[in-house]
């Protein structure tokens, strides 16, 4: 039986990227959270590190649910890119995105904007955070990256 490598892209090794586009609806966030629990088995992750992933996933797939939409159709895609040192999370949709400055980050009252709080709870989950427009300029895109312990 001969062993089968996927082929990299741009450096990147297509093997350890899985990506999952879900209906922006609150009962379909379930299953990126299973996809990231897959993931901790192809490298396994402390419980702890997993529940606080599950938590910054959920709240990014939410404010895409939640806000992007108006409630009408549309899709979330998720990716998790896994290198051997971090877990590299995208949520991306194509609705009526939010100004990224000020998400999750307290006013001069100490007030989080509405939806502040999912974003300031991936802010102290993450290492990383970038929030921006969607592909070509549409919707909203958060990224997160997890460093992960040897």
């Given at each position: ?8 892209i ?20 379930t ?9 901790s088995r192809?490298?396994p992750?402390?419980?702890?590190t ?13 404010n ?9 159709e549309?899709?979330?895609a998720?990716?998790f ?30 007030e ?16 990383d955070?970038?929030i ?19």
């Amino acid at each position: 039986m001969s062993e089968q490598r996927a082929t990299p892209i741009d450096g990147v090794d297509a093997g350890r990227t899985v990506r999952l586009t879900i209906p922006a609806r609150p009962e379909y966030i379930t299953l990126s959270r299973l996809a990231l629990a897959g993931l901790s088995r192809v490298r396994p992750l402390p419980d702890e590190t997993l529940a606080d992933l599950k938590l910054a996933l959920t709240e990014a797939c939410s404010n895409s649910v939640r806000h992007a939409y108006d409630g009408g159709e549309g899709h979330v895609a998720i990716s998790f890119e896994l290198r051997e040192d971090r877990l590299i999370v995208e949520v991306a949709d194509d609705g009526t995105g939010f100004e990224p400055e000020t998400a999750g980050k307290a006013d001069d009252d100490g007030e989080l904007s509405e939806g502040g709080l999912g974003i300031a709870i991936i802010r102290s989950i993450a290492d990383d955070v970038e929030i921006g427009a969607g592909e070509g300029g549409r919707g909203s895109r958060l990224r997160f990256v997890k460093v992960l312990d040897g």
